[in-house]
């Protein structure tokens, strides 16, 4: 949820300086070497009136050698998950390197904020800044050593912070309505942490907590029972994914049901998008490759619902051998064109602009992308009940459906079987 703030620039130009002044922390080393920072440093923080940021401190764009290579495609690798680039600038200074970090983060619609630095020895020729005025792009000058202009930076980061880190975001909240009850289905099994429930769920429980609703935590076996010991019906209930078979089984029909993953698929992802993708998964053919992205790099154990579980019930679905690739954390192939289909996690563990980043370049590459639970309610034959909180992309679903049945079209198959369940929790 954290608004991720990158900063870019050359090396030496003060990176790790801002950092440290806007953390008024000494979080990276500074030195007047080139290339003292080589990983990326990160540095969350509450960052008021932001909230909770994550700032991410990278080597200088401009870094030679071998190494530097490395370096350089790592500080890549942090643009894809900024939702705030910073560029800070030596005395002035504008070139292509410059230009280039500017572009990478205009082409990922992420906010920018330049940093002239070093304004003790050197501040940009006016028409430089009279050209960024010019295009909407915010810049304010510095001495980062003499602690001149830190307060305007932190002023001109929330100015220029995307709106939606402004506005509250909703997860479940407004599915429910007022002072109405959502019932939060919840396995213990054995991939559950120890003593904790997990953050989508936390997260989904407080956001109807905020909205003055209620919310009612069960086990999936204990879900028949719970409702029928309510004296009304639910507004809403919603599973884990893996549960999802037993739990469509045990509600009433009349009672809409989703999944924490596809809340997740919006709130995080592009739901429409997502949803399109999952009807790619009619097209696969054995032998096809898929990719599983996962965002946090959770040790797998037995039935893994990235590596067993989806795999099984996608080969059942499809009805032959696929080949599996699967990427953690922030490790996404730079070029996706070899796989017919990309699942991802419900991206509990990252950022918004990182999972759209990956579903932009799904989308440039010509793959479909989908998710966990949709990719589940899609071979389970639950699609569309798991799709009637969200009207506009069902309708998404039946057009894209409608589209595929017409007579002729060669991407047609045979009527989908929904897949056995065994082995869902
Ligand atoms: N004169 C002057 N020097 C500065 C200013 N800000 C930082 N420096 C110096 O510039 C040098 C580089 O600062 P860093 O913060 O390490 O720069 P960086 O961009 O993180 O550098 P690398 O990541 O290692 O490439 C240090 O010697 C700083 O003391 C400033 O406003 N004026
Ligand atoms: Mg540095």
């Not at 004296?231 to 045990?250: C, E, I, M, Y």
């Not at 699942?343 to 759209?356: E, K």
Request: proline share 6%.
């Amino acid at each position: 949820m954290r608004l991720h703030i990158g900063i870019f620039g050359r090396r030496n130009v003060g990176k790790s300086s801002l950092l440290n002044a806007l953390t008024r922390q000494q979080v990276s080393i500074v030195s007047d070497v080139a290339g003292t920072t080589t990983d990326p440093v990160e540095k969350p923080m509450e960052l008021l009136p932001l909230g909770p940021v994550l700032f991410i401190d990278t080597a200088g764009v401009d870094d030679v050698g071998a190494l530097g290579a490395e370096r350089v495609a790592k500080t890549r690798k942090a643009l894809d998950r900024t939702d705030l680039g910073v560029i800070v600038a030596d005395s002035g200074e504008w070139g292509g390197f410059e230009d280039g970090i500017l572009a990478e983060l205009k082409r990922r619609k992420a906010s920018v904020l330049i940093v002239f630095n070093k304004s003790d020895i050197g501040r940009p020729a006016p028409e430089l800044e009279a050209r960024f005025r010019e295009q909407g792009v915010r810049s304010v000058q510095a001495s980062i050593a003499r602690g001149e202009g830190v307060a305007a930076i932190r002023e001109a980061l929330i100015e220029v912070a995307p709106e939606d880190f402004l506005a509250e975001a909703s997860i479940i909240g407004d599915l429910v309505p007022e002072r109405g009850l959502a019932v939060l289905v919840v396995p213990i099994d054995k991939e559950a942490p120890k003593g904790r429930i997990i953050l989508p769920q936390v997260q989904a429980i407080r956001d109807l907590l905020d909205h003055g609703q209620l919310s009612l935590v069960v086990r999936e076996h204990e879900l028949k029972d719970a409702l029928a010991r309510l004296n009304r019906k639910p507004d809403l209930v919603v599973t884990d994914s893996q549960a999802f078979a037993k739990v469509a089984q045990d509600t009433p029909a009349d009672v809409k049901l989703t999944s924490f993953s596809i809340l997740f698929a919006r709130y995080r992802g592009d739901l429409t998008e997502m949803v399109r993708g999952a009807t790619a998964i009619d097209r696969l053919r054995p032998g096809d490759r898929v990719l599983v992205a996962e965002s946090c790099t959770h040790h797998p154990i037995g039935d893994d619902i990235g590596r067993v579980k989806i795999p099984n019930w996608l080969e059942q679905q499809v009805g032959g051998k696929l080949e599996f690739t699967t990427h953690q954390g922030h490790d996404f192939p730079p070029d996706v064109s070899q796989f017919r289909l990309v699942i991802h996690c419900g991206a509990c563990m990252t950022n918004r602009r990182a999972v759209l980043n990956r579903v932009v370049k799904c989308r440039e590459a010509g793959v479909p992308i989908t998710n966990y639970g949709l990719s589940i309610a899609y071979v389970l034959g639950i699609f569309e009940r798991a799709l009637e909180p969200f009207p506009a992309a069902l309708d998404v679903y039946r057009t894209a459906r409608d589209m595929t049945e017409l007579p002729g079209n060669s991407d047609c198959v045979p009527s989908r079987r929904p897949v056995t369940t065994r082995g869902a929790s």
